[in-house]
């Protein structure tokens, strides 16, 4: 893990009323990329968390708004989640995991302890709408 070769992006993430509500961080390998260039998830996402919170400080990333992140099923699974703050961080469910019990459950959990989701590039269509009552 190269940390400091990483760059945190941060895309703003507004309310209804077209305020700042949090940022997206978005991990780079450069200052002059503009996209992520990913060869294990599972990794980028602990090399973004450490690099924003050890490196600028949650405060100095999303100021009293809160951080949206990344996460796969690994990242979910694993009790490294866990050290995020819950009252910070909102945990964006990317659109090619693949929903099963075991996922759900581990969200239950997560959520009873505070954590907050949101669906990553969500398309409202009937096969997605479907794979939610499931």
Request: no cysteine; charged share 25%; net charge negative.
């Amino acid at each position: 893990m190269n940390l400091n070769k990483t760059f945190i992006g941060r895309q703003p993430i507004l309310d209804e009323n077209g305020k700042v509500f949090g940022y997206e961080l978005l991990f780079r390998r450069s200052a002059l990329t503009n996209k992520a260039e990913i060869d294990d998830p599972f990794k980028t996402v602990i090399e973004t968390f450490i690099n924003a919170l050890e490196h600028f400080g949650i405060d100095a990333l999303v100021g009293k708004g809160v951080a949206f992140v990344n996460v796969n099923k690994d990242v979910i699974m694993s009790p490294i989640v866990e050290l995020l703050p819950s009252n910070r961080v909102i945990l964006e469910i990317l659109e090619d995991v693949i929903v099963d019990e075991s996922l759900l459950d581990r969200i239950e959990e997560l959520r009873l302890n505070g954590y907050m989701f949101a669906l990553d590039d969500f398309t409202m269509n009937k096969t997605n709408i479907e794979s939610l009552k499931n």
